[in-house]
């Protein structure tokens, strides 16, 4: 799948079709409804990867024009803002759903973790998503993975 338009990073509400007066566009950004399986998907935009590096400053921009990604996150807000999405000062203050970069290894890999924030300290982890070389995936939970390999191991005995 690969976007059609190139948003600026940053670019406040530039990149939110929710925002830009597109009302075909914004039924489209209605994230999906919890628990949808989309760990089948990648996300590639070759266009955008083309025009901006890929790194720390930037990955959550890229990751940000994915299907994964849910605009009524507080990210978002802080975007809305002109503050840095990833700025963990401001979404500590904050409550509800939240990305953060929780592994980086530059240029080729990057985790991002969504959790939902119930405190400065409380969050729980709801999913991970890695970027690998420039594709975006919805990583397995580990429940699914765990039956995955039991139902596997009751067809092929040993």
Excluded at 14 to 34: L, M, Q, S
Excluded at 88 to 104: I, R
Excluded at 109 to 131: A, S
Aim: hydrophobic share 40%; glycine share 6%; charged share 15%.
């Amino acid at each position: 799948m690969a976007a059609t338009s190139l948003p600026l990073p940053n670019a406040g509400a530039g990149g939110n079709p929710v925002f830009e007066g597109n009302p075909g566009a914004a039924a489209a950004a209605i994230p999906p409804a919890p628990g949808t399986d989309m760990t089948g998907i990648c996300f590639r935009d070759q266009l955008w990867l083309n025009t901006y590096p890929l790194d720390r400053n930037f990955v959550f921009d890229y990751f940000a024009l994915s299907p994964f990604y849910d605009w009524t996150c507080n990210n978002e807000q802080l975007r809305l803002r002109s503050i840095h999405p990833l700025d963990l000062s401001q979404l500590s203050k904050m409550t509800g759903n939240e990305y953060t970069l929780s592994e980086v290894m530059e240029p080729h890999l990057f985790v991002i973790r969504k959790q939902k924030r119930d405190g400065p300290e409380k969050v729980t982890p709801l999913l991970t998503y890695y970027i690998l070389d420039g594709s975006i995936y919805q990583a397995p939970q580990l429940c699914n993975v765990f039956a995955a390999r039991i139902v596997r191991s009751c067809f092929f005995p040993c």
